[in-house]
């Protein structure tokens, strides 16, 4: 008995030697450069990417990829002519955000026109813990028609991922109002 009240005098009195308290919550800070753009010229069209991305060619000209190294990700770019075939180009280019539906929050559209350049297509911005958070498609309706989708080389975590997904949509939404066909 006299043991069990000389260890409990002895925690109480070690256990109240010092305030202890919690760690405040840490937050990541991702801080990306300032875009600054640059224009990309490839066979059947061009368009400003920001130069802190690689744009490089996959198997020939009508298929690249913008990389973005520091940030582990890759936009990528696939060009098809239009040859009778556009409401099957447009069908896929639907169907493919929606390949993400089951582990989608939402898939919000935005409808893209530029009568200037003849430039027409929908950004679909995939949120949550889906594999690609940005798909998009771009067509004169005539002869060009180009499909984009962002992808991270990580385990989708939205919400670590979103300063990211941010920067990639600025860069993403000036590709597409730089865009011109050939």
Not at 114 to 131: D, E, H
């Amino acid at each position: 008995m006299i043991n069990r009240i000389v260890f409990t005098s002895l925690l109480l009195f070690l256990s109240c030697t010092s305030d202890s308290q919690p760690k405040p919550w840490g937050y990541l800070r991702l801080d990306y450069p300032e875009a600054r753009y640059q224009l990309q010229q490839l066979p059947s069209f061009s368009f400003e990417y920001n130069d802190f991305a690689e744009v490089k060619t996959i198997t020939n000209q009508s298929n690249s990829k913008v990389v973005y190294p520091e940030m582990k990700a890759t936009l990528y770019l696939n060009y098809n002519s239009v040859n009778k075939n556009l409401d099957s180009l447009l069908n896929d280019a639907y169907k493919l955000p929606y390949k993400h539906i089951s582990k989608a929050e939402s898939i919000p559209e935005k409808v893209f026109v530029n009568p200037i350049n003849r430039v027409y297509g929908t950004l679909f911005s995939v949120v949550g813990n889906a594999a690609s958070q940005y798909q998009f498609f771009l067509t004169d309706s005539t002869k060009h028609f180009l499909v984009g989708s962002v992808y991270f080389y990580a385990k989708p975590n939205y919400d670590s991922i979103l300063p990211a997904v941010k920067y990639l949509e600025k860069d993403i939404i000036h590709m597409m109002e730089s865009l011109q066909w050939k």
